[in-house]
């Protein structure tokens, strides 16, 4: 009787190699495209953080908060890291959305009036860091000054 081996079949070492070039080339190509993608995805969060700080100070400027109001002709400013500690509504967060990393400015553009109505226009400017460099976005609003009797504390506890 004669015996047979059957040959056993698998890969060669060349053919492993290529193999494990191809898959190394490819975790190359996407772990480069998931680091830009990342850092993408950074900067609009910034982007969008500094609009939620812009409508926070705009809603506490309609408002009347004193806290916020600039007096006539002047700015108010809350440098990097000042909102953590002059407003305890804006607590201590990981990541861009901690206050810390934003600047605050907000100028009183004098009175506007129309027919018996007057109410102080504000610019609000929020700052954030993009790659060391200052980036800004801009807004205004307008709501009482800050001596007027027609201030109101209705939206406190919103933010």
């Not at 059957?6 to 060349?14: C, D, E, M, N, V």
């Not at 801009?138 to 001596?147: A, E, I, S």
Request: glycine letters at 10%; one cysteine or more; aromatic letters at 8%.
């Amino acid at each position: 009787m004669k015996s047979y081996k059957q040959a056993i079949k698998g890969l060669t070492l060349p053919e492993v190699l290529i193999a494990m070039s191809i898959i190394g080339v490819l975790v190359g190509v996407f772990s480069t495209a998931l680091t830009g993608n990342l850092k993408i995805m950074t900067q609009t969060g910034k982007g969008n953080q500094a609009s939620e700080v812009l409508n926070y100070f705009g809603r506490r400027i309609i408002d009347g908060d004193s806290l916020v109001l600039a007096v006539e002709d002047e700015t108010s400013v809350w440098d990097y890291g000042d909102l953590i500690n002059s407003f305890y509504d804006q607590a201590a967060r990981s990541s861009f959305s901690n206050p810390a990393h934003y600047k605050v400015t907000v100028t009183h553009n004098g009175i506007v009036s129309l027919s018996t109505a007057s109410l102080v226009q504000y610019d609000i400017e929020v700052c954030y860091k993009n790659k060391g460099e200052p980036v800004c976005i801009n807004g205004t609003t307008y709501g009482p000054g800050l001596n007027s009797p027609e201030r109101t504390s209705q939206l406190l506890g919103i933010s």
